[in-house]
């Protein structure tokens, strides 16, 4: 994937309460392009699998109970600076921490109910990126 480009996840939470629309909507203003999207729902195993950097965190069962819980939206973005920008736009993994204006400040719930999912390097981005889109849809 090319370097200009993150991987994101709309989560359960975000999309359950109806925040999938202004969260895009938010996206595309800061000049992100989408370069691929769809809707799917993990099973635990997947769930498991996205998240193995932290199977040995104490928040990983209820994390990966969490991603399962209902539909999610993945994408793959595109913009300079990519994946610095995005983590910028969507802000701290706590809510409770994160700047007013981002978008866990204003959708999230919790600090595991966070709302979306911003790759932290472009290697991560194109493993993500991987995890849910073929090569065909990511052109
Ligand atoms: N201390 C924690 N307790 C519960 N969940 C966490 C904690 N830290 C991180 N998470 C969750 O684990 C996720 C890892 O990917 P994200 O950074 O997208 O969002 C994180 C939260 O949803």
């Known amino acids: 994937?090319?370097?200009?480009?993150?991987?994101?996840?709309?989560?359960?939470?975000?999309?359950?309460?109806?925040f999938t629309g202004p969260i895009?909507?938010?996206i595309e203003a800061a000049g992100f392009k989408i370069i691929a999207?769809?809707?799917?729902?993990l099973s635990s195993e997947e769930a498991g699998a996205f998240y193995a950097v932290h199977a040995e965190r104490p928040f990983f069962q209820s994390l990966c109970d969490y991603m399962c819980?209902?539909?999610?939206?993945?994408?793959?973005?595109?913009?300079?600076?990519?994946?610095?920008?995005?983590?910028?736009l969507i802000g701290?993994?706590?809510?409770?921490?994160?700047?007013?204006?981002?978008?866990r400040k204003q959708f999230a719930r919790s600090l595991e109910s966070n709302a979306i999912h911003g790759s932290d390097s472009d290697e991560n981005a194109a493993v993500?990126?991987?995890?849910f889109f073929t090569e065909k849809e990511l052109v």
Not at 69 to 88: H, Q
Not at 92 to 103: F, H
């Open 1 to 18: 994937m090319p370097t200009n480009r993150t991987f994101t996840m709309i989560k359960p939470d975000a999309v359950a309460d109806g």
């Open 24 to 26: 895009i909507q938010q």
């Open 37 to 41: 999207l769809k809707k799917v729902q």
């Open 69 to 88: 819980s209902g539909a999610i939206i993945p994408m793959v973005l595109e913009k300079e600076n990519a994946v610095e920008d995005f983590r910028k």
């Open 92 to 103: 701290a993994t706590n809510p409770a921490q994160a700047a007013e204006g981002t978008i």
């Open 128 to 131: 993500e990126g991987a995890f």
